[in-house]
């Protein structure tokens, strides 16, 4: 199974856009999008391409494809206009034999880790910073921000599979690639 991910989107038709063309390209079998899909939230500035409307019939043209987790932007009013379910705080994907556990990162993260058995995968956005490293026996992941990207960081996305955890660019330049 090819299981891309990302978050953060924030209402940006113009990002929302290329990280579907993206998806496309690498020919994944899921998107795992990780919250705040289209509310920019108090703290942030509005994203190029700030356009909900258009953001939201982007992501129900691929509501199919999606799996999503609700992030901390993420409301019942968005609910209400997206086709595809958006408010579970956390997700299990079963890929390859691994467990990955998905959230947005403001309630379970890497600073509060639910219990999971070694080997698991923890995916989360909410920093807007890509990062991948290892609590004990568990790996941590988080793609970025596809439209607010923070700490220097480029808009990117992640690519699960097999044993191998890929970090990219929207424009599908590989940055980091890591065996699990």
């Not at 509005?46 to 019939?57: I, M, N, Q, V």
């Amino acid at each position: 199974m090819k299981l891309m991910i990302a978050s953060d989107i924030h209402g940006s038709a113009l990002y929302c856009a290329e990280l579907l063309e993206a998806y496309r390209r690498e020919g994944a079998n899921k998107l795992l999008l990780l919250g705040d899909l289209l509310y920019h939230g108090a703290r942030n500035d509005l994203p190029d391409g700030y356009d909900t409307k258009k953001t939201t019939a982007l992501l129900n043209e691929m509501k199919e494809h999606l799996l999503c987790v609700r992030g901390n932007c993420d409301s019942e009013v968005d609910q209400m206009v997206l086709e595809f379910p958006i408010l579970g705080q956390y997700a299990v994907v079963f890929a390859d034999g691994r467990t990955v556990f998905a959230v947005h990162g403001h309630e379970w993260g890497p600073d509060r880790l639910p219990a999971l058995v070694a080997g698991s995968l923890l995916v989360s956005g909410h920093t807007h910073v890509p990062t991948f490293c290892k609590a004990g026996e568990v790996f941590l992941a988080n793609p970025g921000s596809v439209s607010i990207p923070k700490g220097d960081s480029a808009r990117g996305y992640l690519l699960l599979e097999n044993d191998t955890i890929i970090w990219k660019t929207l424009a599908g330049e590989e940055v980091r690639r890591e065996h699990l």
